[in-house]
């Protein structure tokens, strides 16, 4: 089992940065891939970014490409979500998964990922 606690959103203006944490607890943090993907109203949850158990390797939606970075510490089992240059569009509730049945790649389809957080809302003001 892996339990997964997001916190760090927040309200920020537009142009501004917030930065998301993933703390998990359970099974072995450095053997999975970890994702982070967000939901806003009315729409489908959608793939942000991911990072392999290593960190080597990483992919980012084209959207967010750029301006955010996901990275992980294994020591501290956890996975960050920096944002910058945030837009009114980057609002939504942004949750954090873990797959640990892929070997520790981590990719887009959020079907791939078994366990997921409760989600931590970040809302972009003009």
């Known amino acids: 089992q892996v339990q997964l606690v997001e916190s760090g959103g927040g309200l920020v203006q537009a142009g501004g940065s917030l930065r998301l944490s993933c703390a998990a607890s359970?099974?072995?943090?450095?053997?999975?891939?970890m994702g982070w993907f967000r939901q806003a109203p009315g729409k489908e949850r959608e793939f942000v970014a991911a990072i392999s158990w290593s960190g080597s390797s990483t992919v980012y939606a084209d959207s967010v490409k750029g301006r955010f970075t996901i990275s992980r510490d294994n020591a501290k089992k956890s996975v960050y979500l920096q944002m910058n240059s945030l837009k009114l569009e980057d609002t939504a509730v942004y949750y954090c998964?873990?797959?640990?049945?892929?070997?520790?790649?981590?990719?887009?389809?959020?079907?791939?990922?078994?366990?997921w957080g409760q989600g931590t809302q970040v809302t972009v003001s003009s």
């Open positions: 359970g099974r072995i943090f450095s053997n999975y891939g």
């Open positions: 998964a873990a797959d640990t049945r892929s070997y520790g790649s981590a990719g887009t389809n959020r079907n791939t990922y078994n366990y």
